[in-house]
């Protein structure tokens, strides 16, 4: 077959045939009289065997190895082009992000783009001080597109520029929310709990209780730790059981406990919270340690039913967590002597 029907065939051109001749990956076998090149079955079976690889993401250099080295490792040259896919796929999505967030700002004209691109930038930088100074000043005083603070906190692993960017982003009126929540079912720990501590800067938003509280069910416990501290500041019952286990592992067990305070306002939590503390000092495994936390409090809550179980607690055999609960008592009967009520 001459060029011009191996062509209409393959559907290769006649250009790539003669590039592919001069490169000797598919050299016609035959010339006619004339001089024109000949194609045999064998050689157009060649080039679709060359397009079929190139349809994979081959160089044409990788091919011609391929084709004509018989210690080629097929499975190695599919690893590198799994690797450069998935590359290519990533930067990709990075360019797809920064549409979107370019879009949803909703640019009235090119500086308004070239504003955002900038910021992007800005956020980008390998200076953590840059990435900072991009978020607290804005030439103009120019909003930063909530959809973009979101993706950044995200990614942000400095605890300096994490903590403006979740400053900035809780002034967004919400906006952003919708990001955060996808991050919070991210594979990623650490992106989980970057995603919690931005949704607990912004507990009014529309559906960060609902975010904060399927976070309780998460298997990482610095995310749960941080969403029941959150809901319960906002007078969620919800978080009771959490906060009442911090309070027993000893883990931000002062912050558990002010918040176990504040909810006990409400009686019927209040009996709650204390029926799950004397729960926790009834364990085989509460130590003098857990005792003494668990006392602790118990001086923070509201309502009758503490100073009974502090009072039981005073007869602890250890003497320490009995003279603490003892000491405890006193301060409830002095506090409740002084109500108004």
């Known amino acids: 077959m001459l060029i011009g029907e191996v062509a209409r065939r393959s559907g290769v051109s006649p250009r ?3 590039h592919y001749d001069a490169l000797g990956l598919v050299r016609p076998t035959g010339r006619t009289v004339g001089g024109y090149r000949e194609y045999s079955a064998e050689d157009v079976r060649r080039i679709f065997h060359v397009e079929s690889l190139r349809s994979l993401g081959l160089s044409l250099k990788q091919i011609g190895r391929a084709l004509e080295d018989p210690a080629f490792s097929p499975s190695a040259l599919v690893g590198d082009l799994i690797r450069w896919t998935q590359d290519r ?4 999505r990075e360019l797809l992000e920064r549409l979107r967030a370019i879009d949803a700002s909703a640019p009235a004209g090119w500086q308004d783009v070239l504003h955002v691109v900038e910021l992007m930038r800005g956020l980008d930088s390998t200076s953590a001080a840059r990435r900072q100074q991009t978020v607290l000043v804005r030439p103009g005083g120019a909003a930063v597109p909530a959809e973009l603070l979101a993706g950044a906190v ?3 692993s400095d605890p300096v520029v994490a903590g403006a960017l979740r400053w900035a982003l809780a002034r967004s009126d919400g906006d952003g929310l919708a990001t955060l929540a996808a991050g919070l079912h991210s594979d990623d720990t650490g992106v989980r709990r970057r995603a919690v501590l931005a ?4 507990p009014d938003a529309p559906g960060a209780a609902e975010a904060l509280t399927d976070a309780l069910g998460d298997a990482d416990p ?13 007078g969620a019952s919800v978080a009771v059981p959490t ?3 911090m309070v027993v592992e000893g883990t931000n067990d002062v912050d558990a406990a002010e918040v176990l305070g504040t909810l006990s306002r409400d009686p019927e939590c209040a009996a709650r919270i204390t029926a799950a503390l004397a729960d926790g000092l009834a364990a085989p495994t509460a130590d003098s340690a857990t005792r003494i936390r668990i006392a602790q409090a118990l001086v923070e809550l509201s309502g009758d039913g503490p100073p009974a179980v502090l009072r039981r607690l005073a007869e602890d055999d250890d003497r320490t967590v009995a003279l603490v609960a003892s000491a405890f008592v006193r301060v409830l009967e002095e506090r409740s002597s002084q109500d108004p009520r």
């Open 199 to 202: 949704i607990a800067a912004m």
């Open 89 to 92: 796929l990533e930067r990709e």
């Open 222 to 234: 610095t995310v749960r730790r941080h969403a029941a501290l959150a809901l319960g500041g906002r």
């Open 243 to 245: 906060l009442v286990g």
């Open 154 to 156: 995200l990614s942000e």
């Open 16 to 18: 790539m045939l003669r």
